[in-house]
């Protein structure tokens, strides 16, 4: 892995301009894939400039709009706009193809794209994309919900929890990332227990967090600038790169 790019940092209400989530993942020797794709997430690719006909994989974690919505958009972009050619491979949870589909023909009832699209289901095991090697971890947000631990030719590694509760999972998930992006939601987690994590679930767990850099994703300022003042990571903002 080369460098992460942060397309979309935000939560589903784009609090304090953030788009939705979105990430972009380059290894060493230059294959690219996105990470999640949400429902703003192909303007804020334009606004930066990123080409979206060098990428050639979309990986999801679950199902919710702020994490997949803006698809039809982007394969509308990479049809009509790009005339990409080449097949264009999607990643994701159990019954991804099926979703996938329905949403698209939601947005445009009767579409066809004129590119090979194929669709890879994750379960269990690690699976490859390229140069990408990627392991799968439950984690508890909606039923299908995976986070992923990500290396490349570097054999560094980036792990992503989509959206998630603070538990083992989560923490299974980071342990031993060189950088761990992670959803930070809450100031304090509601009663009931969401499954979004909080930042007094941070605190008192930091010495359990085993990543060698810490992120924080789904989040907006006042919360961002909170968790800066607990010394317990950094928070994502658009545009900005990782260099692993």
Do not use: W
């Not at 509308?76 to 991804?96: A, N, Q």
């Amino acid at each position: 892995m080369k460098k992460v790019t942060v397309i979309g940092s935000g939560n589903a209400f784009n609090m304090d301009g953030r788009a939705h989530a979105c990430y972009l993942l380059e290894d060493t020797e230059g294959d690219l894939m996105l990470m999640d794709f949400g429902a703003t997430s192909l303007l804020r690719m334009q606004e930066n400039r990123i080409d979206a006909g060098r990428i050639d994989y979309l990986i999801l974690t679950h199902f919710h709009g702020d994490h997949f919505l803006g698809l039809p958009f982007l394969l509308l972009h990479l049809d009509l706009i790009l005339k990409r050619k080449k097949e264009f491979i999607i990643l994701g949870p159990e019954g991804v193809q099926s979703v996938c589909t329905r949403l698209m023909d939601l947005a445009y009832p009767g579409l066809e794209i004129s590119f090979p699209l194929v669709y890879r289901e994750i379960t269990t095991s690690p699976v490859n994309a390229g140069r990408f090697i990627i392991r799968p971890f439950p984690i508890n947000h909606r039923p299908e919900s995976l986070g992923y631990a990500v290396s490349g030719s570097s054999g560094r590694i980036f792990s992503f929890s989509g959206d998630s509760r603070f538990d083992d999972n989560l923490l299974d998930l980071i342990a031993g990332s060189d950088l761990a992006v992670i959803e930070l939601s809450l100031e304090e987690q509601e009663e009931g227990s969401v499954s979004h994590v909080s930042l007094g679930e941070l605190i008192n767990g930091r010495n359990q967090i085993r990543a060698k850099r810490i992120v924080f994703s789904h989040i907006y300022d006042d919360l961002a600038a909170k968790a800066r003042r607990a010394g317990i990571g950094e928070s994502a903002r658009d545009g900005m790169e990782f260099f692993l």
